[in-house]
């Protein structure tokens, strides 16, 4: 068995792990790394969340350390258990492992509260009751300075009581918010006294109406960092211009005692972009509600729980990260690099199998009726301990529609009046025609086998063919669905803006949608086929790899998905040796 991709190779190093050699060698943490991988739970995870898990665990797991499983739940009216159950399952189904170490930002509601009134207490925070409309026309821009809001100037007293009668719930939705109080000149608009807390009567899916008022993301996410005792603290570039505020509030923090030094490190890096999908989760939702998929577990989707089923690995998943690697500047990955990593896997992963997705009959007129002997087929070509598996033969077959050509294009090499060809791993057989209903279509195949040229029986070699096909014994076949998958936007870039897009209105990703992204056939497979478990993956020659339906499939009824085609197309492979 080839091994080249299931085990993970040494890490390339690159700018983080090349930071965190620093830290270890000046001693900062005494050698101690601990990172986090921080979702959401508002929507299912998805291929670039993978590349973020995939560098906060691995790092983790390269350096002896730990990963924390964090779910930043500040944001309660679009988030749910749904979601943090789905997430923790494609956390696990990659491989990784949090031991101890999952946590939930709600948990930290009373600590991070308390950091609010001790901002307010040194002067550092304000309670600003402003419009929104108004904070927005004082922000200022690139060029400009903010203008200070007329509320800037309260009392710390005034302050905290206000603050404390916000959390009370005696003011509604919107009317105040409390802001850092930094500096409305800074050349960073981030800096330019952000809020920190707003009031929100919404039902939180784990603390329920405990609250009213909850904090904002930016001033959250460093506050969990630190309870966390967080080292490095690894997020993607567009957080960049929030480093500034990162710093300075667990400066502060740590300068009122919440927090010990050394304080987590935030670094960035560039998220990944894919071809043909869309990594948004705002917009996978618009997918899933508009019904465009079967949900965010469709095959199609470019979600983990979605590439579960589609049956990519988690394998390949980890080959791909470790491939594209991380990097300062954004760019595109290609998808064909990404279904690229899964077939390398599944080449080696998955045991081999015959399918015939578009039957059509094969009769072999000189072979007994009633009866039909074994063939013998190798579950993987280069692992020979996989051993063979039997596949019956017999008058009956099933081949490929597009096996047979009643007047051959040049080089055709397959089944044509006349033509010989093997059927692999059984006979070689000689076509002699074919027959058709009376509107003129085909319905079968005709050809005569030479007894003497079974597959692995002495004397076979001696039959010279050029064409080399799949087959199924039709009375033993298999008969089930097969879902083949195409790309579920039909072109590279789905949410770019196009030239014809209407001024101010968002490229509508959804019309750029693959109309063929999904054909279902009703396939011959060979009969091992039927006794194949939720997820058992498999190659069905020429035709690519595929995996039974971890939902659909019954016991004894699996049905199959295709999770990627093979590279190498069969007019390449059609002169090999049988
Ligand atoms: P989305 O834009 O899809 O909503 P998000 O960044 O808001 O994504 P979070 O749940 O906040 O989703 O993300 C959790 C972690 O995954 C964050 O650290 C985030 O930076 C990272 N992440 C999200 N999208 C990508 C991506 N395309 N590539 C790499 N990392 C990503
Ligand atoms: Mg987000």
């Avoid at 696990?92 to 009373?110: E, I, M, P, T, V």
């Avoid at 194949?532 to 790899?545: C, I, N, S, T």
């Avoid at 339906?549 to 190498?568: I, M, Y």
Wanted: with cysteine.
């Amino acid at each position: 068995m080839t091994n080249a991709t299931a085990a993970t190779t040494t890490p390339a190093s690159n700018f983080i792990r090349n930071a965190v050699d620093e830290d270890n060698r000046t001693g900062k943490w005494d050698g101690r790394v601990e990172t986090r991988f921080p979702p959401e739970p508002n929507g299912y995870l998805h291929y670039g969340h993978a590349k973020s898990i995939c560098l906060n665990f691995g790092l983790a797991e390269s350096y002896g350390g730990v990963c924390h499983l964090r779910f930043d739940d500040t944001n309660p009216e679009k988030e749910s258990q749904e979601y943090v159950d789905s997430i923790i399952a494609a956390v696990r189904w990659l491989g990784f492992d949090w031991k101890q170490h999952l946590y939930f930002a709600s948990d930290y509601f009373d600590i991070m509260y308390a950091c609010a009134e001790s901002l307010v207490k040194a002067g550092k925070a304000y309670v600003d009751s402003q419009s929104a409309d108004e904070m927005r026309a004082r922000r200022g821009t690139l060029t400009e300075a903010g203008i200070d809001s007329p509320y800037r100037t309260r009392s710390a007293e005034e302050n905290l009581d206000l603050l404390r009668r916000m959390r009370a719930g005696e003011f509604p939705d919107g009317a105040h918010v409390l802001r850092a109080k930094i500096g409305m000149d800074s050349p960073n608009i981030n800096m330019r006294d952000p809020a920190i807390y707003r009031i929100r009567r919404a039902t939180h899916h784990r603390t329920g109406d405990k609250w009213c008022i909850y904090p904002m993301y930016t001033f959250a996410h460093p506050i969990e960092d630190a309870i966390e005792n967080v080292t490095h603290s690894i997020c993607t570039l567009e957080f960049e211009d929030q480093r500034p505020f990162y710093e300075w509030l667990l400066e502060t923090l740590a300068d009122a005692g919440h927090f010990p030094r050394p304080l987590p490190r935030q670094i960035e890096f560039a998220r990944l972009n894919l071809t043909y999908v869309v990594l948004s989760k705002r917009k996978l939702i618009q997918l899933v509600e508009g019904g465009h998929v079967g949900g965010w577990n469709d095959p199609r989707m470019p979600t983990l729980s979605g590439a579960r089923r589609r049956g990519f690995t988690p394998e390949g998943f980890r080959l791909f990260a470790e491939r594209i690697g991380v990097a300062k500047a954004d760019s595109w990955i290609d998808m064909s690099v990404l279904e690229e990593c899964m077939r390398e896997h599944l080449n080696d992963a998955a045991p081999r199998r015959i399918a015939v997705l578009d039957p059509l009959k094969l009769i072999i007129t000189n072979y007994a009726e009633g009866t039909s002997e074994l063939c013998q087929a190798p579950n993987h070509p280069l692992a020979p301990e996989w051993g063979l598996r039997d596949m019956p033969f017999g008058r009956e077959l099933w081949i490929e529609r597009e096996d047979f050509m009643e007047t051959p294009v040049k080089g055709f090499r397959r089944l044509y009046p006349g033509n010989t060809v093997r059927l692999r791993y059984g006979f070689v057989v000689k076509c002699t025609g074919c027959e058709k209903d009376a509107a003129g279509n085909l319905t079968a195949v005709l050809a005569e086998y030479f007894p003497d040229s079974k597959s692995g029986t002495p004397g076979a070699d001696h039959y010279k063919v050029k064409g080399n096909l799949h087959w199924v014994s039709a009375t033993h076949a298999y008969t089930a669905e097969v879902r083949l998958y195409e790309r579920l936007f039909a072109v590279p870039h789905p949410d770019a803006r196009r030239e014809d897009d209407a001024e101010g209105v968002e490229h509508d990703f959804i019309a750029d949608l693959n109309p063929a992204s999904i054909r279902v056939v009703e396939a011959r497979l060979e009969p091992a086929l039927r006794a194949a478990h939720p997820e058992d993956r498999f190659q069905f020659e020429r035709h690519g790899y595929f995996i039974a339906d971890r939902f659909d499939s019954a016991e004894g009824a699996p049905v199959f998905n295709r999770t990627v085609t093979l590279k190498a197309s069969w007019t390449k492979n059609e002169g090999g040796k049988a």
